[in-house]
T-cell receptor, first 114, second 114 residues
Framework: DSGVTQTPKHLITATGQRVTLRCSPRSGDLSVYWYQQSLDQGLQFLIQ???????AKGNILERFSAQQFPDLHSELNLSSLELGDSALYFC?????????????FGPGTRLLVL | DAKTTQPNSMESNEEEPVHLPCNHS???????IHWYRQLPSQGPEYVIH???SNVNNRMASLAIAEDRKSSTLILHRATLRDAAVYYCILRDEGYGGSQGNLIFGKGTKLSVKP
């Protein structure tokens, strides 16, 4: 158990809909990261937040957005969903920003868009 | 794109050592070498990291070439639980706008035979 929790575990929705994925980082961790894992693209970094502020962006679509709240939990919002958005979404956390720091990954949310 | 090259797959026998290679010929002086693994149906898990010197922890050893253009993850006695995809990742502050985030390649799928 990494200490990172994600809800829900599974989500089934239809094209065009909007969903919100939630992540609670390990206690004390200030950085939160979101990753997408699909069969054809592998594991891709989406976005990072540090202490409530957006820190870095990866391959995140404009239809996706995220935020980190004062209690440090984070939400990833996916809108106008398409079939290709079906994937595993992982959240990770780390204490800070150092290159030596370990990222601790949650169990993921499996999203299926029908 | 990932800056590392790994074999797609490797096989090992249980209780034998495993050497997982990684080439990173374009590594810069400030890049840290990180290894993560992903067991089936789980989020990635930190294994080990290093900069210049060889490193040991309870999970594995990391041997870094003198010129740092390659490294090897060593599992001293493979168990069935070590069957996973192993990712070798370079972390650099300014790489591709990721600001030190984990850029995953395809990794090496390790199979362990009883």
């Amino acid at each position: 158990d990494s200490g990172v929790t994600q809800t829900p575990k599974h989500l089934i929705t239809a094209t065009g809909q909007r969903v919100t994925l939630r992540c609670s980082p390990r206690s004390g961790d200030l950085s939160v990261y979101w990753y997408q894992q699909s069969l054809d693209q592998g594991l891709q970094f989406l976005i990072q937040y540090y202490n409530g502020e957006e820190r870095a962006k990866g391959n995140i679509l404009e239809r996706f957005s995220a935020q980190q709240f004062p209690d440090l939990h984070s939400e990833l919002n996916l809108s106008s969903l398409e079939l290709g958005d079906s994937a595993l979404y992982f959240c990770a956390s780390s204490p800070g920003l150092g290159l030596q720091e370990t990222q601790y990954f949650g169990p993921g949310t499996r999203l299926l868009v029908l | 794109d990932a800056k590392t090259t790994q074999p797609n797959s490797m096989e090992s026998n249980e209780e034998e050592p495993v050497h997982l290679p990684c080439n990173h010929s374009t590594i810069s002086g400030t890049d840290y070498i990180h290894w993560y693994r992903q067991l089936p149906s789980q989020g990635p898990e930190y294994v080990i990291h290093g900069l210049t010197s060889n490193v040991n922890n309870r999970m594995a050893s990391l041997a870094i070439a003198e010129d740092r253009k390659s490294s090897t993850l060593i599992l001293h006695r493979a168990t069935l639980r070590d069957a996973a995809v192993y990712y070798c990742i370079l972390r650099d502050e300014g790489y591709g706008g990721s600001q030190g985030n984990l850029i995953f390649g395809k990794g090496t799928k390790l199979s362990v035979k009883p």
